[in-house]
């Protein structure tokens, strides 16, 4: 392809899905139309991979084919452009790869390349970044962010976050529902994502009202995890109630610091664990110990990017996100990361900033333990007040034939 008079530049989605991140490529699309900087912006499918792969979409082109293309974008879950786990390595010591992605954004006239992504995504944005500036390219390397597990440094919160957090919430109600029916003594134990930091978990919280206190207990991997202590807890509780319902974090280690699940699980490319069976082994815990009936859920991938139960402040927070990037990468922003800055609580209120990436990469936020109550097993209202805004309003979503209707992903299969 040739140069054209007008730059051009590229968006990539990498890690794992959410509700919002479609959202926040929204935004970079309608950021990029409304530019007067940028003529296409092209996808790229299955993260950086397809960079190195040669597998890229024109999304300018894609979205004049498609009727609301960008309206149904926005609440379509999951990543319409993909995803991978790609690490890069460092160039000092491999710079084929970097080569090879910087020799196509010449080619190409790219002058931006935007990561949708989480912690390691942003590990690919700060090592493009670095590259770039050893070798003096103008190409703004920006990341924008994304992950259920909030865990990001510098931003209040991630987009991503809310969703799942309403997910998460409604379905500890719907299980608090179920359960309580029953006047026979039982333990419900749900096991909820979250390696190193509880932010989801803690959102269960949120399920409690005026009739309803369940979960009962709250289980975080910022504290460190008791066994005899859970199951005292459990069974103090039994004494006043017929029903216990438990959420607790797939990553609650011991004292010692080890997973009480999966403690020799194999790692993935950035080296963290593959975690999963942490409610398993609790409810043959109690059902050994208290001989109550037990039962263990695990939500698993359903809160990811259930888009049915998304926040529409997460939705609108990761349209304006992408819109930003588009902007900042005008004014020639580079190895940053859009953040997000809580100016008020009431009226909820954020600003947007870019942030070093250097200081966001390769960190993880954890719930403050002031927030945790000293105990251990239940979250402050600190925690609630932060985290209720994030779960406000519900987006309103096209129907067909009873179900909802999103963006066709034939590209990907």
């Known amino acids: 392809m040739g140069k054209s008079k007008k730059k051009n530049c590229i968006v990539a989605q990498s890690g794992g899905p959410t509700a919002a991140i479609n959202a926040s490529l929204a935004g970079v699309i309608q950021g990029v139309f409304c530019?007067?900087?940028?003529?296409?912006?092209?996808?790229?499918?299955?993260?950086?991979?397809?960079?190195?792969?040669?597998?890229?979409?024109?999304?300018?082109?894609?979205?004049?084919?498609?009727?609301?293309?960008?309206?149904?974008?926005?609440?379509?879950?999951?990543?319409?452009?993909?995803?991978?786990?790609?690490?890069?390595?460092?160039?000092?010591?491999?710079?084929?790869?970097?080569?090879?992605?910087?020799?196509?954004?010449?080619?190409?006239?790219?002058?931006a390349f935007f990561y949708i992504g989480g912690n390691d995504s942003m590990d690919t944005v700060m090592k493009l970044g670095h590259?770039?500036?050893?070798?003096?390219?103008?190409?703004?390397?920006?990341?924008?962010?994304?992950?259920?597990?909030?865990?990001?440094?510098?931003?209040?919160?991630?987009?991503?976050?809310?969703?799942?957090?309403?997910?998460?919430?409604?379905s500890l109600l719907e299980i608090a529902h179920d359960t309580f029916i029953y006047a026979v003594k039982s333990v419900t134990i749900v096991e909820i994502m979250g390696r190193d930091a509880g932010w989801l978990t803690a959102a269960a919280a949120l399920a409690r009202n005026n009739y309803n206190a369940a979960p009962h207990l709250i289980y975080l991997p910022e504290v460190p995890f008791s066994k005899e202590?859970?199951?005292?807890?459990?069974?103090?509780?039994?004494?006043?109630?017929?029903?216990?319902?438990?959420?607790?974090?797939?990553?609650i280690r011991d004292a010692d610091g080890h997973y009480i699940s999966a403690t020799n699980a194999a790692a993935?490319?950035?080296?963290?664990?593959?975690?999963?069976?942490?409610?398993?082994?609790?409810?043959?815990m109690v059902k050994k110990q208290l001989g109550v009936k037990v039962r263990s859920i695990e939500l698993n991938v359903l809160q990811r990017c259930s888009s049915h139960t998304a926040s529409l402040t997460d939705l609108n927070e990761s349209f304006q996100l992408g819109c930003k990037a588009v902007e900042g990468a005008e004014q020639g922003q580079t190895m940053c990361m859009l953040t997000l800055h809580r100016t008020s609580q009431n009226p909820y209120c954020v600003n947007v900033h870019f942030s070093?990436?250097?200081?966001?990469?390769?960190?993880?936020?954890?719930?403050?333990?002031?927030?945790?109550?000293?105990?251990?097993?239940?979250?402050?209202?600190?925690?609630?007040?932060?985290?209720?805004p994030l779960i406000q309003g519900e987006p309103a979503l096209q129907y067909q034939d009873g179900l909802p209707v999103y963006l066709p992903i034939d590209h990907l299969l």
């Open 35 to 111: 530019s007067e900087s940028f003529q296409t912006i092209y996808g790229s499918i299955n993260g950086i991979l397809g960079i190195l792969n040669g597998r890229l979409m024109d999304l300018t082109k894609r979205s004049k084919e498609l009727p609301h293309f960008i309206e149904t974008l926005k609440t379509s879950p999951s990543m319409y452009l993909g995803s991978c786990r790609y690490k890069l390595p460092d160039y000092k010591e491999d710079s084929e790869p970097y080569q090879q992605i910087f020799q196509l954004f010449d080619t190409m006239n790219v002058q």
């Open 131 to 170: 590259y770039g500036k050893q070798i003096g390219s103008p190409v703004s390397i920006i990341g924008i962010p994304k992950t259920i597990d909030n865990d990001l440094c510098v931003t209040d919160h991630t987009p991503g976050y809310g969703s799942a957090a309403k997910f998460v919430a409604s």
């Open 229 to 251: 202590t859970f199951l005292e807890d459990v069974r103090h509780l039994l004494t006043t109630r017929n029903n216990v319902i438990v959420a607790v974090s797939e990553g």
């Open 268 to 284: 993935d490319t950035f080296g963290h664990s593959q975690l999963s069976g942490t409610g398993k082994v609790l409810e043959h």
């Open 356 to 388: 070093p990436v250097d200081n966001i990469a390769n960190q993880s936020k954890s719930i403050p333990r002031e927030w945790i109550n000293k105990t251990g097993n239940d979250v402050t209202p600190q925690l609630l007040d932060y985290m209720r």
